[in-house]
């Protein structure tokens, strides 16, 4: 399709309106719990208030005997049915070689429980009151046994075990780097800096909580799930293994995501027991989760604490890096949990700048709370927040200018492409461009004037600045999409990744518009059903990067193919045919055939391509986002009152969806600085903020305004679109630039040194906290 073409205007590079919309903010979208199957019974979790315990006994006869109540299962049942283990981190290590230790986790406790909030029966009912009503009449005995809630208690000498075979509570470790060369550097540096870090547990709160309706036909030996997933097909895979099935034998179906951030993209616990039950009792059974439910048990975020360090020479370039860093992953590890803090963050620790050496050691921890998972950005937000506290506090120690002491540092694009201390390869990047427009957009050289306005008001002002990159892709490159033009005048595509809010499905759109030269609304996406097509899913911002480059590549194998089938009816050779918004005419005569006309002639009346394509590696997303922030010290609030960055996501397919993912991002980047935390109770492992009424959420109002740029003019080399992944970028650089400004406020109010020493999130009461001991010490 020409530049110039009349759909032009709803293909890539324009900020057309999602597709999606109209049917989500109209109240006809069709999430989980919006479907009901006839027949079909409800199921409700009976959930351990220990955080751990022998199981002693389970007495289920009351309530198997109330009414309504159809079934009661516990972990022995299902371990006697023969329900395997979920799986674990296979792939990782403990110090002394010995695999990652871990207790195996059951779709129900069996004989010992963990984390407050684990499951020890379901009860399955004829309705939700019944169900309910039954769950409240299960009797559990327990013979409560001491429970390490935290990182520093879990690490104390003689700490009780989560597991006996995971000595000191370690369940994996692994090291990166060359540690002699970083001990010759450390020596050598004119000035060392060294920060303790807190990176805080967040829970992932999307709007739709977790949800299942499982379906069985028994006389196909046929399961389907209808669940709310980012990833359809680990979700068929992992539920056929658990339950002992031939894959082929499960069906996941995935409507209308409100939300994932990441946490939906495994299988729980409580998605195979649903499905145990219906293939059981071979009846429909629902369960949707309830929100106190998911804080309990459903996966949470970050949670590790980390000893930092940089080595610089007398001019400020860094020498070497060192990192120790301690993850909480909860009493079950998982393997993404695991693989996101002792490897995938460490990717990009060093982030922008080319430091050579580097000596880090991550450490997975086993406790008594919920097991850590995916949350946006997902190792990479806890490694740039490291990176960049670290900037600012060496330039604060070498009395430079922030921005000046990263710059010094910076990869420069004559480097490219660029492979970090971690073997990790950059295709493109021009760092020092990209943090130069941001000064300039946040007017950085004004700010001093700012600062005194504020000081005149009694405000206490700072600013901060964050120049990272970040690692997409989720490490699976490869795609399958389907595409089929049908007589009906509609082209419809299919892939495996799947939407759950980021507006993916108009981006897609875009791109076959660009392929095809048909109206936008001719187009139809569609994902969500492993009976289709089975593919990685969407998770570590790889569904444009791998999807859309995909769906590029499938609609032009699909043009091609309707080429060899126009020139067959138009009686010419292919090379004689132009492709004009969606007819093929032979070039020089007014002799032409509509694609959708030609589909028609074919059999079945349609023209299908079943398209599998590759991306050649990660793409490397960058930006530089700055903050100023002011601080009330009566009071330690802290209110940002700009927020300016400029984003590298390579080509902006949609510019209108990606300012949007960039803005919301940074919301919870902001979240994480400001408000949020899990807080677990010390001695028994409670979880204290079980709710929204004690998990502080950001407002809507928690930044004053945005203005972000995105630079277009660094093509990822990686993917045939050129395009970076975007979903996690603002989260990333978020943090940092909120936590650097709050910091410089600080400092700038004379606490110095003790200004770096605060940990988020940065509450009104910490902050007043450290202002009040600068004033008694």
């Not at 709803?10 to 979208?29: K, M, N, Y």
Request: net charge negative; with cysteine; glycine share 10%.
């Amino acid at each position: 399709m020409t530049a110039d073409s009349h759909y032009g205007r709803f293909g890539s590079g324009h900020a057309v309106r999602r597709i999606e919309d109209p049917t989500l903010v109209s109240g006809t979208g069709v999430f989980v719990d919006d479907v009901s199957a006839p027949g079909q019974l409800h199921a409700c979790f009976v959930r351990t208030p220990i955080a751990h315990a022998r199981l002693k006994s389970i007495d289920t006869e009351q309530a198997l005997a109330m009414p309504g109540v159809i079934a009661i299962y516990t972990g022995a049942d299902l371990l006697d049915a023969g329900v395997d283990k979920l799986p674990g981190p296979d792939a990782f290590k403990r110090a002394d070689g010995s695999p990652a230790a871990t207790p195996p986790r059951r779709a129900l406790a069996v004989e010992t429980v963990r984390f407050v909030g684990e499951a020890v029966a379901v009860v399955v009912a004829e309705s939700l009151d019944a169900a309910r009503a039954a769950r409240d009449a299960v009797l559990v005995d327990y013979e409560e046994l001491p429970a390490v809630a935290s990182i520093a208690a879990a690490t104390a000498e003689g700490a009780p075990l989560v597991w006996p075979d995971a000595p000191g509570n370690v369940c994996a470790q692994l090291r990166h780097g060359d540690a002699a060369a970083a001990d010759k550097a450390f020596a050598e540096a004119a000035e060392v800096v060294t920060l303790e870090l807190v990176n805080q547990r967040l829970a992932a709160c999307p709007m739709e909580p977790r949800a299942l309706l499982a379906t069985y036909e028994a006389e196909q030996d046929r399961l389907t799930l209808r669940m709310t997933s980012q990833m359809p097909g680990g979700a068929r895979g992992t539920v056929a293994k658990v339950l002992g099935m031939p894959v082929e034998k499960v069906r996941v179906l995935v409507g209308d995501v409100g939300g994932g951030f990441g946490m939906k993209t495994g299988l729980y616990p409580e998605d195979a027991t649903i499905a145990y039950c219906a293939r059981t009792l071979k009846r429909p059974v629902k369960w949707c989760s309830e929100r106190t439910e998911e804080f309990l048990a459903t996966a949470h975020g970050r949670d590790i604490v980390s000893r930092a360090s940089l080595a610089l020479d007398a001019e400020g370039r860094v020498l070497a890096m060192r990192i120790r860093s301690l993850a909480n992953v909860g009493a079950y590890a998982s393997s993404t949990g695991v693989a996101i803090q002792l490897r995938i963050g460490p990717w990009v620790a060093t982030s922008i700048y080319d430091i050579p050496v580097i000596d880090f050691d991550f450490t997975a921890i086993l406790t008594n709370v919920v097991t850590t998972g995916a949350y946006r950005g997902a190792g990479r937000p806890e490694a740039i927040y490291i990176c960049e506290r670290l900037m600012d506090a060496a330039a604060r120690r070498l009395r430079m200018d922030p921005a000046q002491l990263r710059a010094r540092n910076m990869i420069r694009p004559e480097q490219m492409p660029y492979r970090n201390a971690m073997g990790q390869t950059y295709d493109s990047g021009n760092f020092a461009s990209i943090q130069a427009q941001a000064l300039q957009l946040a007017d950085w050289d004004g700010f001093e004037a700012r600062a005194a306005e504020s000081a005149a008001r009694g405000k206490l002002r700072g600013r901060g600045i964050a120049s990272f990159l970040e690692w997409t892709g989720g490490n699976q490159f490869e795609e399958r999409v389907t595409v089929t033009v049908s007589a009906d005048g509609f082209i419809e595509i299919f892939s495996a990744t799947q939407a759950m809010g980021q507006g993916i499905a108009t981006t897609y759109a875009q791109l076959a518009v660009d392929v095809f030269g048909v109206p936008i609304d001719r187009i139809r996406i569609v994902q969500g059903d492993t009976d289709r097509g089975v593919g990685f899913g969407s998770a570590g911002s790889r569904s444009l990067f791998t999807g859309g480059s995909a769906v590029k590549v499938a609609s032009g194998r699909t043009v091609d193919r309707a080429r060899e089938l126009a020139s067959e009816e138009l009686e010419v050779d292919a090379s004689d045919l132009e492709y004009v918004e969606g007819s093929f005419r032979i070039i020089g005569t007014d002799r032409s055939i509509d694609l959708f006309e030609l589909a028609g002639r074919q059999d079945q009346r349609r023209i299908h391509i079943d398209s599998t394509s590759s991306v050649d590696a990660a793409s490397w997303p960058n930006g530089c986002h700055i903050c100023e922030v002011e601080i009330d010290p009566d009071t330690g609030t802290v209110e940002v009152l700009e927020y300016a960055s400029v984003n590298d996501v390579g080509r902006a397919v949609n510019p209108m969806i990606v300012r949007g993912q960039l803005d919301g991002g940074a919301v919870q980047g902001i979240g994480q600085a400001l408000t949020e935390q899990v807080i677990y109770e010390a001695d028994s492992g409670q979880l204290v903020t079980a709710s929204f009424l004690d998990y502080a959420l950001p407002r809507a109002g928690i930044v004053r305004r945005f203005r972000t740029e995105l630079d277009q003019s660094i093509p990822c080399k990686t993917n045939p679109l050129g395009v970076k992944g975007v979903g996690e970028l603002g989260t990333i650089g978020a943090t940092p630039a909120v936590v650097n400004a709050v910091v410089d406020a600080l400092d700038r109010a004379g606490l110095g040194e003790r200004a770096q020493e605060i940990q988020m999130p940065l509450t009104p009461e910490r902050i007043w906290s450290a202002l009040q001991a600068r004033a008694s010490g």
